[in-house]
């Protein structure tokens, strides 16, 4: 009987025939804890909440482990499949997904990454929710839908007596897929459906419409029913056990939550028509519903529902402008790793001039996202308490939420060319991560409507551009450069307030003298420096219009220097 030849007889390196030796590849990114490998997240977890290292340092051990980047290969290669009906025929709209889909939602929710903020009664537990965040963001990009929309969901369930259950199980840290009645799950999921296909982002446009059905007692308090008819163009992940709506009653638009299992045990009438076929995103289910005699829960008051929802919108907006640090800094992360372990021209990529330039100027760009968005989490930790930090978030959530999402695309390009063609492979994670790049940026509002939300908020309430400024008068003085940026930033805000036009601008000067502020706070001396010398309005010609175009007020030594703090430490 023949015997199959061993397939080390035709690999081993020995064989005078091989031509297939391995020797200079780049080692994976794997095998670290990027938590207590990142600096910068470090310092700001012992500078603020000092109480959650312990477990920042357990969820960047799952992050940087290769097994569970591994499970994120395989949610995005086996994405969700719709099933509409059973095999006799009965429609079950049920969705199914790969394990490690569920693995990786396990972790998620046994790290406490969609509710650490309110389940933990220690100061400045949004901050500490944000690292986590931050961190999961560098593990799968699909499962942070789900994790941030549960963590803006308590918003609304605290808004509503009837739905107190339903921010009892958002704090469960046991994920469980079922359609079980809420009553007997460990915890939830909680989607959205919002957007409907003649209005976008226009939510006053909503179509779908509502009409009172009954008052019942639901899980201890009275609970207003609906009947929603109607379509949603996007709703995120369908397999919810739960979601917020919008639908119109008498002409208001109201806000809904509707379960998916009703109390009864029977399933409601919520109708999957299919799942969108993505460029990314590729592991988490988006879909388009359909309402016919669907039963909702009011919350709020009817007519009320767009100010019942942008009451959620805070914390989804300081998830995304999170979301997208997390997601330059894993891009780094990948950059850092290939270009110093594979060899080019007789030395480490990294060590050639040119790629220094390239990836210190990236770095700077992603600790400045960073430390930005970790001070929003900050002042929206002490909103309830400080006149300041309220008006603050007001504009910095949205101005932090449109500059992160909309620069995270330049990293990942940038970061897989560092990459060369490796980076284009679907083997590589830096693929999924440049496919990832742009979608926080049209989620939960473009760009243009983050703009228009800081030039509203400012025209609404003058207090707002005061408290903006507040925020740093305390480092007046320190840098002409950044005295300059401020007074730059001053001109635009006046201009902006009276001309439309100018909301862009204005609002990326507003992100840019914030991002100066936090660095000259909290960040190295040749970081702040460069970060000054190139991004600050009187360094016109400084920067060209590419990462890698540090002028020559930057050394090659102190690119070296920013290189080696942005290194993910083993």
């Not at 469960?172 to 959205?192: L, M, Q």
């Not at 008819?229 to 208001?252: E, I, Y």
Request: net charge neutral.
């Amino acid at each position: 009987m023949n015997q199959p030849l061993s397939p080390c007889i035709l690999t081993a390196p020995e064989d005078r025939y091989s031509t297939h030796q391995v020797l200079n590849q780049a080692l994976p990114a794997s095998g670290f804890n990027v938590f207590t490998g990142d600096q910068v997240l470090r310092d700001a977890i012992n500078r603020e909440t000092p109480w959650a290292a312990s477990r920042c340092q357990a969820l960047g051990a799952v992050a940087g482990d290769e097994n569970v980047q591994e499970l994120a290969r395989l949610a995005n290669r086996h994405i969700p499949e719709l099933r509409t009906h059973d095999r006799f025929g009965n429609r079950i709209d049920w969705l199914e997904f790969h394990p490690s889909w569920h693995e990786l939602m396990g972790l998620a929710w046994q790290h406490e990454v969609p509710n650490l903020s309110w389940r933990s009664q220690e100061k400045n537990s949004h901050f500490a929710r944000a690292v986590l965040s931050y961190l999961w963001n560098q593990v799968e990009h699909g499962t942070g839908c789900p994790t941030g929309m549960a963590y803006a969901a308590y918003a609304g369930f605290e808004a509503e007596p009837a739905l107190a259950i339903w921010a009892d199980k958002l704090k469960g840290t046991r994920y469980e897929y079922s359609r079980r009645e809420v009553g007997d799950k460990p915890s939830v999921v909680i989607g959205y459906a919002m957007t409907e296909k003649q209005g976008g982002s226009d939510l006053r446009e909503t179509q779908t419409t509502a009409r009172f059905s009954h008052s019942a007692d639901y899980h201890g308090a009275t609970a207003q029913w609906y009947e929603l008819t109607g379509h949603k163009w996007f709703c995120s992940v369908p397999q919810s056990d739960g979601f917020f709506t919008l639908a119109k009653v008498n002409g208001g638009v109201t806000c809904f939550f509707l379960p998916r299992t009703l109390p009864d045990g029977r399933y409601n009438r919520f109708f999957v028509q299919r799942l969108k076929d993505k460029a990314g995103n590729r592991s988490n289910a988006s879909s388009e519903v359909e309402y016919a005699g669907t039963l909702a829960i009011r919350v709020g008051e009817e007519g009320r529902g767009i100010r019942e929802i942008l009451s959620h919108s805070h914390l989804t907006r300081l998830d995304f402008a999170i979301g997208s640090a997390g997601l330059m800094r894993q891009a780094l992360t990948l950059a850092l790793r290939h270009t110093t372990s594979r060899k080019a021209f007789g030395t480490s990529i990294a060590g050639r001039p040119m790629m220094s330039n390239v990836l210190a100027d990236m770095a700077v760009e992603v600790e400045a996202a960073t430390l930005m968005s970790l001070r929003v989490a900050k002042a929206t930790d002490l909103m309830q308490s400080s006149e300041h930090e309220r008006l603050l978030a007001r504009v910095a959530t949205p101005a932090a939420k449109y500059f992160n999402c909309s620069r995270a695309p330049s990293i990942a390009n940038e970061a897989l060319q560092c990459h060369g063609g490796n980076g284009f492979i679907e083997e590589n994670p830096m693929a999924r991560v440049y496919r990832e790049a742009p979608l926080n940026s049209v989620w939960e509002g473009t760009a243009n409507m983050m703009c228009m939300d800081v030039r509203r908020a400012m025209i609404r309430d003058p207090r707002t551009v005061e408290a903006v400024f507040d925020e740093l008068k305390p480092l007046a003085g320190q840098d002409k450069r950044f005295d300059a940026l401020v007074q730059h930033t001053e001109r635009l805000v006046r201009a902006a307030v009276e001309d439309e036009f100018l909301a862009r601008p204005m609002t990326e000067a507003v992100a840019r003298v914030l991002q100066a502020a936090e660095l000259l706070r909290y960040s190295s001396q040749e970081v702040a420096d460069v970060f000054l010398s190139t991004r600050s309005s009187g360094a016109l010609g400084a920067w060209g219009a590419h990462y890698g175009t540090l002028g020559m007020a930057t050394s090659s030594s102190v690119a070296q220097k920013i290189m080696r703090r942005a290194m993910v430490t083993d």
